[in-house]
């Protein structure tokens, strides 16, 4: 039994101060798509998949596809390398589920650092750490949120993709995987399946579209699913977070729950996977049950 999830869209503002994107957005943590944040970059006309070609064709490239998490790959462990002109090529064939994710591509081309300016919306965005995200049509970013907490501009330069998002206070009806930052791989989110996962029936999310120049504010801790409608890549800019509890959060999932699942899936291998998937329904669903 298949339906829709419970979405509203995304506000969206053509402009806004920093002062209203402060009160409105961050101190509420409320998400938000400026349109038009970039217009005045170098980055809005100049980035695309050809230019990127050309002037970084011949670097190695980590890439990601949609297979399960298993117990033989380390923590954020890439599934394969490319030089990243071959995957654009195998990218734009629309042949592919290769996504390039986290990827910080100006430590390799460092005059990339001055086509992109951090914007000035009342809290600092990190310039000197900006993550570049590319997928092939189709291709899907599995449901998680961001190991550090940070606050995340996400501005959009070719294609279109859809972007769900749920609040943190969501977390407890999306079958949540314990030591983990993602949700059920099995869970389909443009399609699912609420007799097997029936607690998604009661999350309350939000979604929007992202093309060329849209910027998406995800406000810490928010869980995030990206579907590639086309081929297409995005960049995101981090600032910390703003909540001490989040902080610590953030401190505690470097420095302590990467490790120890790291050092479980080695010492349990498939048997530690399994376990937290049944532990992640078991939890969730004696939740929903309550509601």
């Known amino acids: 039994m298949s339906k829709t999830l419970n979405l509203t869209e995304i506000p969206r503002v053509k402009s806004i101060s920093s002062v209203d994107f402060v009160e409105r957005f961050v ?12 217009n ?14 050309e002037i970084a064709g011949n670097v190695e490239v980590p890439l990601y596809d949609n ?22 090529d195998l990218l734009k064939s629309e042949k592919t589920s290769y996504r390039i994710f986290l990827f910080n591509l100006i430590k390799e081309v460092p005059e990339l650092q001055n086509h992109f300016e951090a914007p000035k919306l009342g809290i600092k965005f990190l310039k000197d750490l900006p993550f570049l995200f590319f997928g092939a049509k189709d291709s899907k970013v599995f449901m998680h949120y961001d190991i550090d907490f940070a606050n995340i501009l996400h501005v959009h330069f ?3 993709k859809r972007c769900i998002l749920f609040p943190p206070s969501e977390t407890k009806y999306l079958y949540k995987v314990p030591n983990s930052l993602v949700t059920l791989n099995e869970i389909d989110f443009d399609n699912p399946d609420f007799e097997r996962f029936p607690a998604l029936q ?8 992202l093309n060329h120049g849209d910027t998406l504010y995800m ?12 081929p297409g890549f995005s960049m995101s800019l981090r600032a910390i977070p703003r909540s001490a509890m989040n902080i610590g959060k953030a401190v505690y999932n470097l420095a302590v729950m990467r490790n ?7 010492l349990r291998g498939d048997a530690w996977m399994k376990y937290k998937e049944k532990l992640a329904i078991e939890r969730t669903n004696r939740l929903a049950g309550k509601q």
């Open 27 to 38: 101190k509420p943590q409320k998400p938000v798509v400026i349109e038009g944040l970039t």
């Open 158 to 160: 070719e294609g279109k």
């Open 260 to 266: 120890v699942e790291n050092l479980m899936r080695k």
């Open 67 to 88: 297979r399960p998490i298993s117990h033989k790959n380390k923590f954020n462990e890439p599934h394969a390398k490319m030089k990243l002109e071959e995957y654009i």
């Open 202 to 209: 009661h999350a309350q999310g939000m979604v929007t579209e």
């Open 219 to 230: 406000p810490e801790g928010y869980w995030h699913h990206m579907h590639y409608l086309t």
């Open 40 to 53: 005045n970059w170098k980055a809005f006309d100049l980035w695309r998949f050809d230019y990127f070609k």
